[in-house]
């Protein structure tokens, strides 16, 4: 299919980070010669969740597969410049290699820190339990009266620009030919066990050989447009920076306590953010700053482990929403064996930003080969939620 007018080989809903990586990985791929449609309402992608994340990238996962996804992830940042130059253009990423720290205060989570720690020394991972005293003696700042003990990574986690990461692989995607539509699908056209096109809201109709949902925490939406259950539903997660009126003068890492507040350091401010006590499905259109977690559930937590966080000021937050995987809040990916030019990328929770370009060359696969060829992303596909099989990870953020 070649008639840019109404028909494409792939539609994809929704051109954010995951919409705009499946479009580059096609895009790259000297056997796929199909024309590629990414539909997308926003440009500016100022609600989308791409540009409201922690932006940041760990190899501390429990799960062996997860590991290798944002393995990839890693490899790809290394490569960032060569793969998405275009006309001597690359956005700036910025990678700071700070590492992620997480913290046990009880035995019983510590062991669960050391058994992930086993598998992620298998799996490659550059990654170190740490005694008390050592947190002390390497994080100076930090209040260890109540550790018990830690696991540190390595530079090789860090954080980065993640808006260059969707410009990068948006601008190489429209300099191979891929086509960004400004619109939003309002349906999709079925006809003998396969999507045959999709409505779009401005009343026109595109023919379509695939359709791959990357709508964020609105897939549930879309994949309702096929009368397919998708487990997934928008979760508020609320991001504050704050000043700290003593600041830290060294590395402050991603650091993951055990009530499940995160913060990091971010130039001269600090980034934190928590899981709401309350959490659960809120409204598509809600990106509601939840003001009083601050104060309620992560301030006493900071101060708690961080003394000099007793004198802190925020100086900017805004809302956000996981497209969380109610199943077990790993990433949906791969066609439901019903449908199979339907493709899901969907329910990524906190890690999309780095599961990003595992998850673009995965189904850049599954649409040029009919299989992946790389890393194999099976485990992860849809048939696990109509058999209700979770598919367990344990190091959630
Ligand atoms: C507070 C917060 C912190 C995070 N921290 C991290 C982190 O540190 N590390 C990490 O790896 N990940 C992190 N994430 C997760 C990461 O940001 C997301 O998983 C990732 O951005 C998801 O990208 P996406 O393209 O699937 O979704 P989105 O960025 O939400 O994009 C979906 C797009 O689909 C479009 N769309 C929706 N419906 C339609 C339709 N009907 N038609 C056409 N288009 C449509 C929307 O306009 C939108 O642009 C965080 C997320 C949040 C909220």
């Given at each position: 299919m070649t008639d840019e007018s109404g028909a494409y080989d792939v539609v994809i809903v929704g051109g954010a980070l995951m919409g705009s990586s499946i479009a580059y990985f096609l895009s790259e791929n000297s056997d796929f010669d199909g024309t590629v449609l990414v539909v997308e309402p926003d440009s500016t992608y100022v609600n989308a969740q791409s540009t409201r994340s922690g932006n940041s990238f760990r190899e501390q996962f429990s799960n062996p597969l997860n590991i290798k996804i944002s393995q990839f992830g890693l490899e790809f940042l290394a490569e960032f410049h060569e793969r998405v130059i275009v006309d001597r253009d690359v956005p700036d990423l910025n990678f700071r290699?700070?590492?992620?720290?997480?913290?046990?205060?009880?035995?019983?989570?510590?062991?669960?820190?050391?058994?992930?720690?086993?598998?992620?020394?298998?799996?490659?991972?550059?990654?170190?339990?740490?005694?008390?005293?050592?947190?002390?003696?390497?994080?100076?700042?930090?209040?260890t009266d109540r550790l018990v003990g830690a696991r540190f990574g390595s530079e090789r986690e860090g954080s980065i620009d993640g808006w260059a990461l969707l410009l990068g692989f948006r601008q190489r995607a429209r300099h191979n030919g891929v086509t960004y539509l400004s619109d939003r699908v309002v349906d999709l056209i079925e006809a003998e066990g396969r999507i045959t096109g999709v409505r779009l809201e401005s009343g026109g109709t595109v023919a379509c050989g695939y359709v791959v949902n990357a709508a964020g925490p609105r897939a549930k939406l879309v994949a309702a447009m096929a009368g397919l259950e998708l487990p997934v539903e928008p979760r508020s997660r609320t991001t504050f920076v704050f000043d700290c009126r003593a600041p830290i003068e060294q590395n402050v890492p991603l650091t993951v306590t055990p009530e499940?507040?995160?913060?990091?350091?971010?130039?001269?401010?600090?980034?934190?953010?928590?899981?709401?006590?309350?959490?659960?499905?809120?409204?598509?259109?809600?990106?509601?700053?939840r003001h009083g977690e601050f104060e309620e559930l992560i301030w006493p937590v900071l101060a708690s482990y961080v003394p000099q966080f007793e004198r802190i000021a925020v100086v900017a937050s805004w809302g956000g929403q996981y497209a969380f995987n109610v199943l077990d809040q790993n990433m949906i990916i791969g066609s439901p064996a019903a449908l199979p030019n339907f493709i899901f990328a969907n329910g990524f929770s906190g890690h999309g930003l780095q599961q990003?370009?595992?998850?673009?060359?995965?189904?850049?696969?599954?649409?040029?080969?009919?299989?992946?060829?790389?890393?194999?992303?099976?485990?992860?596909?849809?048939?696990?939620?109509?058999?209700?099989?979770?598919?367990?990870?344990?190091?959630?953020i």
């Open positions: 290699g700070t590492g992620y720290l997480f913290l046990a205060t009880n035995r019983a989570a510590l062991e669960v820190l050391g058994a992930e720690h086993e598998i992620q020394l298998a799996n490659g991972a550059d990654v170190r339990m740490l005694d008390p005293a050592e947190v002390g003696s390497q994080f100076p700042y930090m209040n499940g507040v995160h913060f990091r350091r971010e130039r001269q401010h600090y980034v934190t953010g928590g899981v709401p006590i309350d959490d659960r499905a809120v409204g598509y259109d809600d990106l509601e700053t990003s370009p595992a998850v673009g060359r995965g189904i850049s696969e599954l649409i040029v080969y009919g299989a992946y060829r790389t890393l194999d992303l099976t485990p992860l596909g849809y048939d696990r939620v109509t058999r209700n099989e979770p598919f367990h990870e344990s190091a959630i």
